[in-house]
């Protein structure tokens, strides 16, 4: 802020072309400069920077029309003179030592701020009609700019329009989807009053209080089960997840990753401050974008104790600034050519450094830990029609007790016997090679749906009867109990009905006719009741004349089996997929389909929106407001969210065995599509920066430093890049994605499910179409099932 001045002193602002009080008329009808500026600098005039010409004095020629010119004159443009063929002093927008001698129709193509040609003052001028192309008066427009509409109102006040504006387009959308949104409410009030509710309301609401529960387990706790009044507990901030196993070693690699790119901000942040501290870069720049406080400290008294100052943005003009300028970017650019070279170098090294320090903080977390993993080998080369689990289980025993034949230590049985007593230790007899059982991968992808509602079905049943024991047991304090009954599973009949149905399709998958049958993939997971029998079969199996190396199954003699080392715990095997070999030419159609997506909704939407609404606005050197950019932007945010379900769907359709690949592919289709809507907004941008330069030659000015007036582009949109990243997708963005992946989703999918499921708040046929919105939503509109409601409400995962 300019400071406050004594009351017998004003400050006179010379701008310019822009005036605090109508100075006096020189002969050539511009202002005359006061004798505090003529002192200043007595001679001043104007150059072409390209041709490299000394100062021309006060008068440029004719062969200087229609080129940005340099002026030296460090208070205003009074001094000079265009010639008659170009008579109008045009100030370029963001230099002021800039200008081009220009026609009066033509003051708007060099600057679109000032498309008044004042005549009087020899200089173009601001207009107060917003959107004009030409002013005739400074109140008083005769072409508009493209895309927009001159209107006169009753008054006589003119005003360019968008001539989507004008014919009201997205203000009627904005009013069609509120009367529908309206009607709906009043539709779903009514009907919800009249019609009575759901019948199944209370077994429905309780599923939807079950499913709050299990969103809250579902967050990252801490299990201290021997605690009985405060079994969940949060973890602190301080928490180190490194010593201590809450949900595997990915999330003490989640918070390495963290950590990791707080630190490349760090680095990155340190090189380019001292790269930008060093060259002096910040004073060169505050050229194009003065200060008041500058202007101000550099303002002119017109002579000692007058009441005035005289302030102008010409005050960086005088001398060799421009060269000084040019100089100082020129330094700049080298340091910062060296200054991200070594920053390349150093952030390289940080990478392969975390990336080596994860496998090792893998290795130790493995190696301190105990994960199913740890105890199972995977199997390969079965025959896939073999699914007795019990008979392959022997099997596999007795060939794994021939390779490593003898007993083995087992570790002692430890009983806890309370805190008085303490523990026991019991000691165990030795044993040869022991194996828990077998888990079969199964092929069941066309069965998949059937499988998967068998399974839930059964774990509710399950549920309700440890419910009922828990109930009835004294052990259990009265608040813990719950209220699941069989009633929430709709009923003892349903209930029947449905055991008969399953065990009816399970008898067909096992004991029906070859086609019905399940059949497998050829492999399986042998699971070992001790770790160190799996090493003891994985060194006999990686020893050259093992009988391991040539063992076959006696229904498969053709086909030895492979015994495999297991990387994934079984909530990161798609087991669906496993019955399906993985075949690159349904990744390369799965990438097809998501880069035809993003390419539709790229031309279809993007493109037009940018050419029809953004592209008039940034002519002008301003952003399009209003009604237009509130619907068109709910549209790309709503189609950006679509788009990324169906990456994340396509990924998972693929067929990867294991969730880690398909994140792979969910994560460069993201990283695609975030680098498509980061480019769109800067080419918005950059084209907002170089409407308002006179000859755009992008290519040309993204290279050159000689030209100030490209300089100023670049700034520009360098300026424009900077206000989007901050705080936009550096801190908006995170705290934008809590909101609408957490707690709306939550929000809507729980107003949903009681519109749906508990108020029945509309028709049924209406209930139909809004059911799809629901995720997991049953088919029918009858029983909402506890799972589905929890599968619905669940957060997301951390990735």
Not at 271 to 282: C, E, K, L
Not at 439 to 465: A, F, H, T
Not at 737 to 744: I, Q, T
Request: hydrophobic share 40%.
């Amino acid at each position: 802020m300019v400071p406050a001045v004594a009351v017998s002193t004003w400050v006179l602002l010379a701008l310019p072309g822009v005036h605090a009080l109508p100075p006096p008329l020189s002969p050539r009808g511009g202002p005359k400069v006061d004798l505090a500026a003529e002192h200043a600098n007595k001679q001043c005039g104007a150059k072409d920077p390209h041709r490299g010409e000394e100062w021309l004095g006060a008068e440029p020629q004719d062969q200087h029309c229609h080129q940005s010119l340099l002026t030296n004159c460090s208070v205003t443009y009074a001094p000079m003179a265009c010639p008659e063929s170009c008579p109008m002093i045009v100030p370029n927008h963001a230099f002021a030592c800039l200008f081009t001698c220009a026609k009066p129709e033509y003051c708007s193509e060099y600057n679109p701020d000032r498309p008044f040609a004042d005549r009087s003052l020899g200089t173009c001028m601001p207009c107060k009609v917003e959107g004009c192309k030409y002013c005739t008066k400074v109140d008083e427009c005769k072409v508009c700019h493209d895309g927009f509409v001159l209107v006169t109102d009753d008054d006589g006040n003119q005003s360019c329009v968008f001539y989507m504006d004008k014919a009201g387009v997205f203000d009627k959308i904005a009013t069609g989807v509120i009367i529908v949104i309206a009607i709906v409410v009043v539709l779903g009030m009514i009907w919800g009053c009249c019609g009575g509710g759901h019948p199944d309301a209370e077994v429905n609401a309780y599923a939807i209080v079950r499913a709050r529960r299990h969103r809250h387990l579902c967050k990252t706790l801490r299990w201290e089960l021997s605690n009985k009044r405060n079994a969940v507990q949060w973890l602190s901030l301080a928490f180190n997840f490194h010593r201590q196993n809450i949900c595997g070693v990915g999330l003490s690699l989640f918070y390495n990753s963290v950590v990791f790119t707080m630190c490349v901000a760090f680095v990155i942040w340190m090189v380019t401050s001292m790269v930008y501290a060093g060259s002096g870069v910040q004073t060169a720049l505050s050229s194009f974008d003065s200060d008041p406080l500058d202007l101000y400290t550099n303002g002119l008294l017109p002579q000692n104790g007058a009441p005035a100052v005289v302030i102008s943005r010409l005050y960086v003009c005088h001398g060799k600034s421009h060269e000084n300028l040019h100089n100082t970017l020129n330094e700049f650019a080298t340091m910062n050519f060296f200054g991200l070279g070594v920053l390349w170098v150093v952030l390289f090294g940080m990478l392969l450094f975390f990336t080596k320090r994860q496998k090792v903080n893998t290795a130790i977390f493995n190696s301190k830990n105990a994960t199913m993993a740890d105890y199972a080998l995977r199997i390969t080369g079965l025959p896939k029609d073999f699914t007795e689990e019990a008979d392959l289980k022997a099997w596999l025993e007795g060939e794994f007790r021939k390779a490593c034949p003898g007993k083995f230590p087992r570790p002692p049985l430890i009983e806890d016997m309370g805190k008085t007593q303490g523990d026991v230790k019991k000691d165990r007899e030795d044993t040869p090679i022991e194996v828990y059982g077998v888990s079969l991968c199964y092929d069941y992808l066309k069965d998949w749906g059937p499988v998967d509602d068998i399974l839930m079905n059964m774990n509710m049943r399950l549920e309700v009867q440890a419910a009922k024991e828990a109930n009835e047991s004294e052990a259990v304090d009265h608040k813990y109990r719950r209220f699941l009954t069989t009633k929430n599973l709709g009923g003892d009949k349903a209930v029947q009905e449905r055991i008969k149905k399953d065990r009816d399709q399970v008898k067909k998958w096992f004991e029906g006719t070859a086609e019905e049958r399940l059949k497998t993939n050829g492999e399986a997971f042998c699971v070992f009741n001790w770790n160190e029998d799996l090493d003891r079969v994985l060194k006999e199996y990686s020893r050259e004349g093992s009988s391991l190396k040539n063992l076959c199954h006696p229904r498969n003699p053709g086909q030895p089996i492979e015994i495999l080392f297991v990387n994934s715990e079984p909530p990161s095997v798609n087991w669906q997929f496993l019955g399906t070999p993985l075949s690159v030419k349904a990744i390369i159609k799965g990438l097809a389909f998501i880069a035809c997506l993003i390419l539709i909704v790229l031309c279809c939407i993007l493109i037009p929106y940018y050419q029809f609404i953004l592209k008039p606005y940034g002519a002008l050197g301003s952003m399009a407001s209003g009604t237009k950019t509130a619907v068109m932007g709910q549209v790309v945010g709503g189609l950006n969210t679509i788009v990324q379900i169906q990456i994340w769907m396509t990924s998972f359709n693929v067929g990867f065995h294991r969730r880690e690949n398909m994140d792979r592919m969910v994560l460069v289709c993201n990283v695609i599509l975030i680098f498509i809507n980061i480019g769109f907004t800067i080419v918005v941008s950059s084209f907002q920066a170089y409407s308002k330069e006179a000859d755009p030659h992008p290519m040309r000015d993204f290279v050159s430093l000689d030209d100030l007036e490209l300089i100023a582009t670049e700034n520009a949109i360098a300026m424009s890049t900077f206000q989007m990243m901050m705080p936009g997708f550096f801190f908006s963005g995170n705290l934008t994605m809590l909101v609408m992946a957490g707690v709306w989703p939550w929000i809507f999918n729980n107003f949903l499910a009681k519109v749906i499921y508990v108020w029945r708040a509309l028709p049924w046929p209406l209930l139909k179409v809004v059911r799809v919105i629901l995720p997991w939503a049953p088919d029918e509109l009858d029983l909402y099932p506890i799972w589905r409601a929890e599968r619905a409400l669940e957060p997301m995962e951390i990735q």
